[in-house]
């Protein structure tokens, strides 16, 4: 059995395999969807695309807003910026050594 990560639908998507342009198509259109509920619910001022498994798709943001204007409050995604991290894949591990400072700073 073998496996195929994120890394190998985007190398099979940069050499133009037609599956692989399939199964981002319907990523996009759920990411899509997702980031529209976030909007329509919460009203953020910017949603951040990132992550290890995410970043190569930096290159779909503007596909993926697109499609959560379809879905989404028509006021609020008008408001909202999407961009992309620029941690990449290592925003945990900096989200959690700020918190490691911050509560020593704080106690």
């Keep these: 059995m073998s496996r195929i990560s994120a890394y190998d639908v985007f190398s099979a998507y940069n050499e133009k395999d037609p599956i692989a342009a399939s199964v981002l198509h319907k990523a996009i259109e759920m990411w899509g ?63 959690a050594a700020f918190l490691a400072i911050k509560k020593h700073l704080y106690e």
Excluded at 45 to 69: H, L, N, R, S, T
């Design 33 to 95: 969807m997702a980031s529209a509920n976030i909007v329509s619910l919460l009203n953020p001022q910017k949603i951040i695309w990132g992550g290890g498994v995410f970043g190569p798709a930096g290159i779909f943001i503007d596909d993926i807003y697109k499609e959560a204007c379809k879905w989404a409050q028509p006021l609020s995604i008008k408001q909202v910026e999407f961009v992309a991290s620029h941690l990449a894949g290592n925003a945990g591990l900096i989200g």
